[in-house]
């Protein structure tokens, strides 16, 4: 399988080879305020599935667990592209709204759900972990 995407005004653009490890959904005040939304869903590859064309800035920034996270946006548009924890090397988190086509997302956990936004209900069918990940 071949995946593409790229931010809002496309200076940056990438191409994934292979199967995504995992898609989740995270709700950590951090991913809230990076996204301007209620959450952040994303989907994990592993570094060597994904080629970038064009300049991410990287921002690092610190989880609500203490551990450092970075992300990478896009530096014209402010979309953010992806994410690399240096306690995961050799995995990338990429933002799934980046994805052109979005029909292979189906999230299989949601995390720091005990940050979420009240209104936000998620599928009791899903896994949910009230932190960060172990």
């Not at 191409?15 to 994303?42: F, P, T, W």
């Not at 970038?52 to 402010?78: A, P, W």
Request: proline share 4%; net charge negative.
């Amino acid at each position: 399988m071949t995946m593409t995407g790229r931010c809002l005004c496309g200076a940056v653009s990438y191409e994934i080879e292979g199967d995504m490890q995992m898609c989740g959904v995270c709700h950590c005040k951090n991913c809230q305020r990076q996204a301007g939304s209620s959450y952040s869903v994303l989907f994990a590859v592993a570094d060597d599935q994904i080629k970038i064309s064009g300049d991410l800035t990287v921002y690092e920034d610190r989880s609500e667990s203490g551990n450092i996270v970075h992300r990478h946006f896009c530096g014209t548009c402010g979309s953010p592209v992806k994410t690399s924890l240096p306690t995961q090397p050799g995995m990338t988190y990429i933002k799934a709204g980046t994805l052109d086509d979005t029909s292979a997302l189906e999230p299989q956990v949601h995390f720091w759900t005990d940050s979420k936004q009240n209104w936000v209900t998620v599928d009791e069918n899903i896994t949910q972990i009230r932190g960060n990940p172990a």
